[in-house]
């Protein structure tokens, strides 16, 4: 169970920083090049704007890996981030409508960093997925069930 939680959390920290990277580049080159400007948009963007998601993700990926007892599928995983996106911008909709006047400028970078978030998650996800299954090191077998131990030390052959 404890590389299980190591990898959900290898996952969203490296997403965060690579969500992070792209939302400064983007950012600067919005902002005409200056990429201390665009490093400050971009924090700003994923951390305020974005937060929510982060906050559905979280827990959702942890959840989903204590009740099956294994690590989610990359699938699994990226269908956690977009309904953490998603409700992201539902909740930044709300705020908007109750902050009368903010609503589309909330909404668009709500958005930005949603799409960062997911692009990051698209290439992030699948990148430390395989490089745990080419290691031989898949966090629990696909049952979630130990296997039984012959007296040998190998594996018992079931009937």
Same mark, same amino acid.
């Given at each position: 169970?404890?590389r299980i939680l190591?990898? /959900?959390?290898? =996952? /969203?920290l490296l997403t965060?920083?690579?969500? @992070?990277?792209? %939302?400064?580049?983007? =950012? ?6 200056d990429?201390?400007t665009? @490093?400050?948009?971009a924090?700003r963007?994923?951390?305020f704007f974005?937060? /929510? !998601?982060?906050?559905?993700? /979280?827990?959702l990926?942890v959840?989903?890996? %204590?009740?099956g007892?294994?690590?989610p599928g990359a !699938? !699994?995983?990226?269908?956690l981030a977009l309904?953490?996106?998603v409700?992201?911008?539902l909740?930044v909709?709300?705020?908007?409508l109750v902050?009368?006047g903010?609503l589309?400028?909330?909404?668009l970078m709500?958005? =930005?960093?949603?799409? !960062? @978030? @997911? ?16 290691r031989?090191?898949?966090p ?12 040998g030390?190998?594996?018992a052959?079931?009937?």
């Amino acid at each position: 169970m404890r590389r299980i939680l190591t990898t /959900i959390v290898l =996952e /969203i920290l490296l997403t965060a920083l690579l969500a @992070l990277i792209l %939302l400064t580049a983007w =950012e600067s080159v919005v902002a005409g090049g200056d990429v201390a400007t665009g @490093l400050g948009s971009a924090a700003r963007l994923l951390f305020f704007f974005t937060d /929510i !998601a982060f906050y559905a993700w /979280i827990p959702l990926l942890v959840v989903v890996a %204590l009740r099956g007892r294994r690590l989610p599928g990359a !699938a !699994a995983t990226l269908l956690l981030a977009l309904i953490g996106a998603v409700l992201n911008v539902l909740v930044v909709i709300v705020i908007g409508l109750v902050q009368t006047g903010g609503l589309a400028g909330f909404v668009l970078m709500s958005v =930005e960093g949603g799409v !960062a @978030l @997911l692009v990051a998650a698209v290439v992030v996800v699948p990148l430390l997925q395989l490089r745990l299954r080419a290691r031989g090191g898949a966090p629990q077998q696909a049952t979630g069930r130990p296997q039984p131990r012959a007296a040998g030390g190998g594996a018992a052959r079931l009937p």
